[in-house]
């Protein structure tokens, strides 16, 4: 049996109409991923050691410091630029050798060698976050239990098959997670269902905005909008994941 902190938020949204089911539940997981790095896990010695080596990425900062409590930001940021500091020490000699080393016609300095190893270092650090490791873990056991679920509760593949399939950012992971959870003969099944719902649903929006730019369009002033109005923001969030807030 699938743990049920996975399968209850799964069913809840799977109960309600969306336009990605794993966009809701992303953003719903991200929320409280941000809350719990600058509220419990400073009572946590474990997360907090993770968290100074690893950071946040650009977005999940970004999060951050929309909320109201700076100084648990400040502490998140005093104790990561220790450790990041400490790991840039590590490169000191070698950069400060350079000054001194000496590169001719057939001897190189080494500048570039230490260049690309400063660029491995950033790379990575920007590529660390500690709400991303927490997201993706999670929305794969959630993508596991939609997989799991579709094939063993009869009742839960009822509301997938009344859902309309996924962003198509969604859509790769779930595609990515088949071979791990499904036996061959259920990929069979799935993959030719869910293919369907994609191109049903991109259908309905290529014909949603189509007409919005057919409004644009003098002669066709007094056309109706129907469902066209807001397909600028479906389009994109079908095609790249929610951008906009449930708040
Ligand atoms: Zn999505
Ligand atoms: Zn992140």
Known sequence: MKEQIYTIPVNEIYDKTCL???????????????EYALGAAMM?????????ERGYCKKHYAKMFEKPNKLSLA????????ELRKKLDAHKKSVS???????????KSGAFDISNSLYDFSDKLSHDC????????????????????YFTKPEFKEKFDNSNGFC????????????????DSQAREFIPMLFDKQLK??????????NFTLKFDYRNKDMPWGNAKDAPIRTIEALAGKITKSE
């Open 201 to 210: 649903k991109l259908d309905t929006l290529q014909e949603d905005i189509h």
């Open 20 to 34: 990605c089911p794993l966009c809701e539940l992303e953003e719903r997981i991200e929320k409280e991923s941000v």
């Open 44 to 52: 946590e010695p474990d997360f907090r050691v993770e968290s100074n």
């Open 97 to 107: 050798a350079l000054t001194k080393a000496k590169s001719g016609l057939f001897k």
């Open 130 to 149: 500690m709400v991303c490791k927490k997201v993706d873990f999670t929305m794969e056991r959630y993508i596991d239990v939609i997989l799991y679920m």
């Open 75 to 82: 502490l998140v940021l005093d104790t990561h630029l220790i």
């Open 168 to 183: 198509m950012e969604h859509f790769k992971d779930v595609c990515k997670m088949i071979p791990k959870c499904l036996s």
